[in-house]
Nanobody
Framework: QVQLVESGGGLVQAGGSLRLSCAAS????????MGWFRQAPGREREFVAAINWSGGSTYYADSVKGRFTISRDNTKNTVSLQIDSLKPEDTAVYYC????????????????????WGQGTQVTVSS
């Protein structure tokens, strides 16, 4: 059974930092893109960041560019998201996602490209 388990969320003041981690088990994602998405209350799930299989290419939503950094460790089957300069509008449940095909069929920014999802971790930013 494939599982993605996120950790690292919490309550933080604006301007603060968090590091989210996602540990995969049940299969390796070392040949596949992985991504982070988020969903705020009353809003649709949105793309945050993605990383290709090697870590050599990263992709970010405009709203987080320069503040968020995605990375991966294929030896540990993990992907991380360093979040700096947090803003209240970053408040959301953050989800880790793994592409089961390795080819990001609809592009790395499209949630439909991902076959496996974690349960999410809550990030709350107070002003």
């Amino acid at each position: 059974q494939v599982q993605l388990v996120e950790s690292g969320g919490g309550l933080v003041q604006a301007g603060g930092s968090l590091r989210l981690s996602c540990a995969a088990s049940g299969r390796t994602f070392s040949s596949s893109p992985m991504g982070w998405f988020r969903q705020a209350p009353g809003r649709e799930r949105e793309f945050v960041a993605a990383i290709n299989w090697s870590g050599g290419s990263t992709y970010y939503a405009d709203s987080v560019k320069g503040r968020f950094t995605i990375s991966r460790d294929n030896t540990k089957n993990t992907v991380s998201l360093q979040i700096d300069s947090l803003k209240p509008e970053d408040t959301a449940v953050y989800y880790c996602a793994g592409d089961g095909t390795g080819i990001a069929r609809f592009g790395v920014r499209d949630s439909s490209s991902y076959d496996y999802w974690g349960q999410g971790t809550q990030v709350t930013v107070s002003s």
